[in-house]
C-alpha cells in the first residue's frame, strides 16, 4: 500500500505496482464511486471523502456550493484518490505482509462545471451511474436544489493506477520457513434492498436497483 | 457525503453529521485500516492510501523510509480520513440521493517513531490488529527490514466523525411522489482464505484468521 521507496533505499519491491494504462484506470474509477480529495485549504492539507464519476477522459464530483472543499478547489490543485481493498495478503514475514488493492491517483486543476446544461446532464449520469434510468423516475430537481449543488470535474490526463494482486510475494529464503500463509479476499457486498417503510402501498421497485455493484 | 454547507446557503442538512465523541471515533478508525493521507508536496496537495492502527490515543500509519509521503510529511501537517461506505440511499429526489458512510478526519502533526522498542511494539500491534498472534509466528524482522520502514503517529486530538445512517430523508412532500425509496446496505465481506500454494505441507492455519473482519 505504501509508494515505491526512492532509489536511496535499494529496494524497489514496489515498481511492479504502477500501472499507467486507460483500461485500468478507468475501470479501477467506474468500480467504485468513493474517492478523497486533496486540497490545500489556507497552507494546509485537507482531505474530504465524496463521489465520483467518469465521463470519457474527465473525472466529476459534487458537493455544497459555499461549502469549504467545493470553494477551495474551484481552480486549484487537487488530488483525487480512488482505493479498492481486495484481501489481505499474509506473507511469511512482517516486513513482506501485504495488502491487494487496486488504487487511482489523479492530480490536476478542479474546474467549475457552470453551463445549466451540461450541469443537469452529468447529475443525471451521476445518478443513473447508481442505478440505471433512475433520474427520470425521481422527483425533478428545483433550480434552487440545481443552485446550491456544485460540480467540478478533472482532467484524467495525469491519472496513474496501483495494482496489487495475488498470493504473497516472500523472499525465496522464506519459503522454507514453516508458517501458514495465503490471501484472505475482501469484497464488497451487496445486500437486501430495505424498502423506505414511507414507500407509497402502489409503487414497485425498478429491476435495476438488483443489479447494483460496486467494487 | 458532502461537507455541512456554509451559512450562505441557507442549507443545513449535513450539520446533524458530525460527531465527536471519543467512541464514534475511535469505532471507525478501528473498523477500517484503510486510510488517505493528505499532504503538501512542493505547495500541491498529494493523497496517498495507507493502513493505519490506533493505540489509544494516537493514530499510527507506515511507509518506505525515504519514500515521498513519509519523508514529505514527518514533523509537518497532515490531514488522515477514514471512510466506510455502508449503503446506497436511493430517495424521491436527485438532491437526498445520498450514502450511508461513516467517516473519520483528524487533523495533526505526523510524529516520526524512531525509538527501536516502540518501533517493534508498534509494528507487531499492527500485524496482530489484522490477525492476533501473528507477529510471532512470522519470520522476525532483520535490522535492515525494521530500517527501511518508516513509522509516524499523530495525536487523535483533532479528530472529527460524520456518520448517516438508516432510511431517505426525503423533502416532506416528496412523500407522496410515487417512487420506489430505500436503502442498498453494502458491507466488506471476508472470502474463505485462499492457502499459498507454495505452503509447506505441514503448516497449517491458524485459527484465528477465521475470526478476520474489517469494515
Redesign the interface.
Known amino acids: ?6 532509489a ?2 535499494k ?1 524497489n519491491r ?1 515498481r511492479w505496482l504502477a500501472k499507467y494504462d486507460v483500461d485500468t484506470v478507468y475501470g479501477i474509477l467506474d468500480a467504485m464511486p ?1 474517492c ?5 485549504h489556507e ?9 465520483q464519476w467518469r465521463d470519457g477522459d474527465r473525472i466529476y464530483w ?10 477551495t478547489t474551484q481552480g486549484h ?5 480512488v ?1 479498492i ?1 481486495d ?2 495478503v ?6 513482506n ?1 501485504n ?1 491487494n ?1 487496486r ?1 487511482v ?1 489523479v ?1 490536476g486543476i478542479a474546474h467549475p462545471v457552470t453551463d445549466p446544461d451540461e450541469k443537469y446532464r452529468q ?2 449520469r451521476f ?1 443513473d451511474g ?2 440505471p434510468g ?2 427520470d ?6 433550480p434552487n ?1 440545481l443552485g ?2 456544485a460540480l467540478h470535474s478533472m482532467s484524467l490526463t495525469e491519472a496513474s493506477a496501483k495494482v496489487r494482486a495475488g ?2 510475494e ?1 523472499n525465496d529464503d ?27 402501498p ?5 429491476a435495476e ?1 438488483q443489479d ?1 455493484k ?1 467494487g
Chains 1, 2 share one sequence.
Open positions: 500500500m505504501t509508494e515505491a521507496p526512492s536511496r533505499t529496494v514496489y468513493l478523497h480529495v486533496a486540497y490545500v497552507g494546509k492539507p485537507v482531505v474530504t471523502p465524496t463521489l459534487h458537493g455544497a456550493a459555499g461549502g469549504r472543499m467545493m470553494n490543485e487537487v488530488c483525487l484518490c482505493s481493498l484481501g489481505l499474509m506473507a511469511r514475514s512482517a516486513f505482509f495488502v488493492h488504487s491517483m492530480f447529475l443525471k445518478v447508481f442505478v433512475q433520474w423516475r425521481l422527483r425533478p430537481p428545483t436544489e446550491v449543488t498470493p504473497p516472500d522464506d519459503y522454507n520457513f514453516a508458517v501458514w500463509a495465503g490471501t484472505l479476499p475482501i469484497q464488497l457486498q451487496i445486500g437486501a434492498p430495505i424498502p423506505d417503510p414511507r414507500n407509497l402502489d409503487v414497485e421497485m425498478p436497483v447494483f460496486i
